[in-house]
């Protein structure tokens, strides 16, 4: 199996889960409430959308959401939530990368769950500055650490994994200094990731039943199971924090 039919059986492996991210239907409308000047029929933008949960949570809340992903197979489910949830006048999907993607006009707000960190933490704060207005909101979610001094075994996997991973006070100096006022952070809470994990490790069992893996789809599979113990066995000493910011000017 050469790397492209590995990265196929990764994006498929994902791509009929409910969602592509750690995160929860709930905690992304509580965020969206705190939100207080957003006009009534805000212009959003979703970057790496995924299959789409963040989109259809903006857009039944009134936003007019663009929802941008570079993978098509994976665009493919928010077309058919889409569809199914009779959006079509609210969510335009857009298949582009995040980092290339040109607005048309700038956006109340911007929305990206579990993707900044794709383009790099730091990179995508300042490339997406300009599809914002001023006093547009910004709201990201990124795996940070919550302990300047985690065990061995958790420190060498997300140094491999995502070395630029840092902690909420020196993503806080990066907000600041690439032109946005801090508005806050939050904690995802752990039952998102136990929501986010269970139909994974469903899927996993019942690949490994039905179906004849090769070496390379049997290596994805114990990697995507490294994740999930790492965090099971870690609780708390890393998460996903949600960034609440504004474009200053
Ligand atoms: N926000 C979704 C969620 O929480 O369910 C998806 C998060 S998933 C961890 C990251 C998403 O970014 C995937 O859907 C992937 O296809 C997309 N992606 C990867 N590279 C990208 C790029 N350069 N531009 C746009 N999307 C990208």
Request: charged content about 25%; hydrophobic content about 40%.
């Amino acid at each position: 199996m050469d790397d492209k039919q590995s990265f196929q059986f990764f994006l498929d492996f994902y791509a009929d889960l409910p969602r592509q991210g750690p995160g929860n239907d709930q905690f992304t409308q509580h965020i969206l409430g705190l939100l207080i000047d957003l006009p009534p029929h805000p212009k959003a933008l979703d970057m790496g959308c995924g299959s789409g949960k963040q989109s259809l949570i903006l857009a039944q809340c009134g936003c007019r959401v663009t929802a941008v992903d570079l993978h098509q197979t994976i665009l493919d489910g928010l077309v058919r939530r889409i569809k199914r949830e009779k959006l079509e006048d609210f969510i335009v999907p857009v298949h582009a990368s995040m980092d290339m993607y040109e607005s048309k006009e700038p956006v109340d707000l911007i929305w990206s769950e579990g993707a900044i960190y794709i383009i790099g933490f730091e990179n995508g704060l300042t490339l997406w500055k300009k599809h914002l207005k001023t006093d547009g909101y910004l709201v990201v979610s990124e795996m940070t650490w919550l302990t300047s001094n985690p065990p061995n075994p958790v420190h060498e996997f997300w140094a491999s994994e995502y070395p630029a991973m840092t902690t909420i006070d020196k993503n806080q100096l990066l907000i600041e200094k690439s032109g946005y006022r801090w508005l806050g952070s939050i904690l995802l809470p752990d039952h998102a990731w136990d929501d986010y994990y269970a139909p994974q490790k469903e899927k996993i069992t019942r690949l490994r039943k039905t179906e004849m893996l090769s070496l390379s789809e049997d290596r994805i599979l114990k990697e995507i199971e490294d994740e999930i113990q790492i965090f099971e066995e870690n609780r708390g000493m890393f998460g996903y924090v949600f960034y609440l910011m504004q474009n200053c000017a």
